[in-house]
């Protein structure tokens, strides 16, 4: 049986040990590595918060700019943020408006760093790729680094199963992450076609390396493609060979990375059950990086856009636990007052990583552009970004 660990790896010996400065540290509220590039504050003169103007400033940025700049919004943004957005949408969704933006000179993207990146490799050489600020990370992202899962491949080598592994990468990874997945045929997955990225790579061969969210890939192999909990196996970057046995790695179906989402890792068996008894008659609906234990008992699972679009469609007076980050279901809930939305745990649960995107940044961002000098450009290098690009378009052909 496997387990959904989700504890911060302990100590472990030194190659494996976890890196200081991660999304994780700077949730704890610890030092940020200076060696991260996301663990530098804001190179420039942010307006204060408490800047009565902040919002005419935008505004007036934002109307110099015109066409030249297209402004991306996260579904989990704060309101503060989304409220000058041209666009929202999940991940993926925002990558593909930015591509379809081909005249705009400068996107600004109101989310975190893997999704900046995502831009950046879709998008025109001469388009610029803004993330107003760099400590935007994602936790689950930097879970799974390049130097990590390049040695989980030296052991599924050593142990002859690379060239029956298939690597599947969830699109809330790093672009080196998903360089890795192009490079060794694999390709990148949604939390909306999840299924038919399996479905496809169990086509292509017999294992899949699923990075770097334990819980998506457990719950679609378990759940949709009808695999058991004892086919999945959970590889810790932190200990030799992953934690497992030879043998263990042999025979998984599913190689699940030891990674997960701070956010909706949060949500337990015990919420739900607690709201069914706060709110009589709740439909609870989660996202599927929830747990495997949360994502059973709950009544609806499905990706960010599937959430908002099951509210829509949902009858006046229905009631509904919401099991997703806490500025969308503020915002849904203002968005249907027929319809009691409650948040799933009691406790707050943003994802305080985008929410380090407020409104000075925004405004810090959009002021540099008026005045020609762009701030916090993302780049991805382009041996990296032609990899990258290959298991996204492998996506785009799922079947
Ligand atoms: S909600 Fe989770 S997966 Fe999304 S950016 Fe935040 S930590 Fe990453």
Same mark, same amino acid.
């Given at each position: 049986?496997?387990?959904? /660990?989700?504890? $911060?790896p ?5 190659v ?9 540290s700077?949730l704890?509220?610890?030092a940020?590595d200076?060696?991260?590039e996301r663990?530098?504050?804001c190179p420039?003169?942010?307006p204060?918060?408490? /800047? ?5 400033r935008a505004?007036?940025a ?5 066409e030249?700049v297209?402004i991306?919004?996260h ?6 943020v989304?409220q000058?957005?041209d666009v ?20 600004v ?7 900046? +990146?995502?831009a950046?490799? *879709?998008?025109?050489?001469? %388009?610029?790729v803004?993330l107003?600020?760099?400590a ?9 680094t390049?130097? %990590?899962?390049?040695?989980c !491949? =030296?052991? *599924? =080598?050593?142990?002859?199963?690379a ?10 990874? $790093?672009? =080196? ?13 949604? &939390?909306s ?6 479905t !496809?790579?169990?086509?292509?061969? +017999?294992q899949? *390396?699923f ?7 457990r719950?679609?192999? @378990?759940?949709?493609?009808?695999? &058991?909990?004892d /086919?999945?196996?959970l590889?810790?970057?932190y ?6 046995t ?11 990375w ?11 068996k015990e #919420?739900?059950d607690?709201v ?7 439909? @609870? ?11 059973e008992?709950?009544d609806?699972?499905g990706s960010?856009?599937?959430?908002i679009?099951t509210l ?7 009631? !509904? ?10 915002r ?10 409650v948040f799933?745990?009691k406790s707050?649960?943003? #994802? $305080?990583?985008?929410?380090?995107? =407020?409104l000075p940044h ?7 552009l ?13 041996d990296t970004?032609?990899l990258?690009?290959a298991a996204? +378009? ?6």
């Amino acid at each position: 049986m496997t387990s959904t /660990d989700t504890s $911060s790896p302990g100590q472990a010996a030194t190659v494996f040990a976890e890196p200081a400065g991660t999304a994780l540290s700077l949730l704890l509220g610890q030092a940020a590595d200076p060696r991260s590039e996301r663990g530098v504050e804001c190179p420039g003169d942010l307006p204060a918060p408490s /800047d009565p103007d902040l919002v005419a400033r935008a505004l007036a940025a934002k109307e110099k700019l015109g066409e030249r700049v297209f402004i991306l919004g996260h579904h989990y943004q704060r309101d503060e943020v989304v409220q000058f957005a041209d666009v929202t949408g999940d991940s993926f969704k925002l990558a593909r408006d930015a591509a379809n933006r081909p005249d705009a000179e400068y996107i600004v993207f109101c989310g975190v760093h893997f999704m900046a +990146e995502s831009a950046d490799i *879709l998008t025109a050489d001469e %388009q610029q790729v803004l993330l107003p600020d760099l400590a935007a990370g994602c936790s689950m992202a930097d879970m799974a680094t390049a130097e %990590q899962v390049e040695q989980c !491949w =030296d052991v *599924l =080598d050593e142990l002859g199963l690379a060239e029956r592994v298939v690597p599947v990468s969830y699109m809330n990874s $790093s672009a =080196d992450i998903k360089a890795f997945t192009g490079k060794h045929g694999g390709t990148i997955c949604t &939390s909306s076609n999840a299924e038919r990225a399996l479905t !496809w790579a169990f086509e292509q061969g +017999e294992q899949v *390396l699923f990075l770097p969210d334990q819980h998506l890939g457990r719950n679609t192999a @378990v759940r949709q493609l009808g695999l &058991s909990l004892d /086919d999945c196996v959970l590889y810790n970057p932190y200990k030799p060979m992953g934690g497992l046995t030879a043998d263990q790695l042999r025979d998984a179906k599913m190689i699940l990375w030891r990674g997960h989402c701070s956010v909706h890792g949060r949500f337990t068996k015990e #919420c739900v059950d607690e709201v069914r008894e706060r709110v009589p008659g709740v439909n @609870v609906l989660v996202h599927p990086e929830c747990r495997y234990e949360v994502v059973e008992s709950a009544d609806y699972v499905g990706s960010t856009e599937y959430i908002i679009k099951t509210l829509e469609a949902a009858e006046p007076g229905t009631k !509904w636990a919401l099991g997703t980050e806490l500025n969308l279901v503020r915002r849904l809930a203002n968005a249907h007052p027929d319809k009691q939305i409650v948040f799933l745990d009691k406790s707050v649960c943003y #994802c $305080s990583t985008m929410n380090r995107i =407020d409104l000075p940044h925004l405004v810090w961002t959009l002021e540099s552009l008026v005045a020609g000098k762009p701030v916090n450009r993302i780049t991805v290098a382009p041996d990296t970004a032609a990899l990258a690009q290959a298991a996204l +378009e492998q996506m785009l052909a799922l079947p």
